[in-house]
Each structure stands twice: as C-alpha cells, then as structure tokens.
C-alpha cells in the first residue's frame, strides 16, 4: 500500500485494520491543500480531492550551519 500528499509519498503507515491506517506525512515547505492518493497492492487507487492541509510551521528552525 502507498499514500501520498500531492507528490510526496507518506513516510510510514501502519495498517490496524481494513478501516484504519495510520500515516507519517512527508513534510512540506509551505502551506496549502493537497490531494491523498491510496494506491493498493491489487492496482486499485482511491484519490481524495484537496483532503490534506498543510499549515503554516509556528517555531523556530534551527539551522547549525548558521552562528556558532
């Protein structure tokens, strides 16, 4: 099984039942909506049109090659 966020593919998934899963969302850079592809073993897909929200990131991005 895949999942993917517009063109980026879950990071991990777990599958507790045939009505359950569970995902990691691959990061994105910036907000928006996107659609959620599930791509089954057999071939089947299931597309969910503009599904995910991604929202801004409030904090604060440490970057080590940046200061000390």
Do not use: C, N
Request: proline share 6%; aromatic share 8%; net charge negative.
């Amino acid at each position: 099984m895949g999942v993917y966020f517009g063109v980026s593919s879950a990071k991990a998934i777990v599958i507790h039942s045939p009505w359950l899963i569970t995902v990691l969302t691959p990061q994105r850079e910036e907000p928006g909506v996107v659609d959620v592809l599930l791509r089954f073993g057999d071939g089947e897909e299931l597309e969910l049109r503009q599904a995910y929200t991604y929202e801004e990131q409030v904090g604060i991005v440490l970057r080590p090659e940046i200061g000390g």
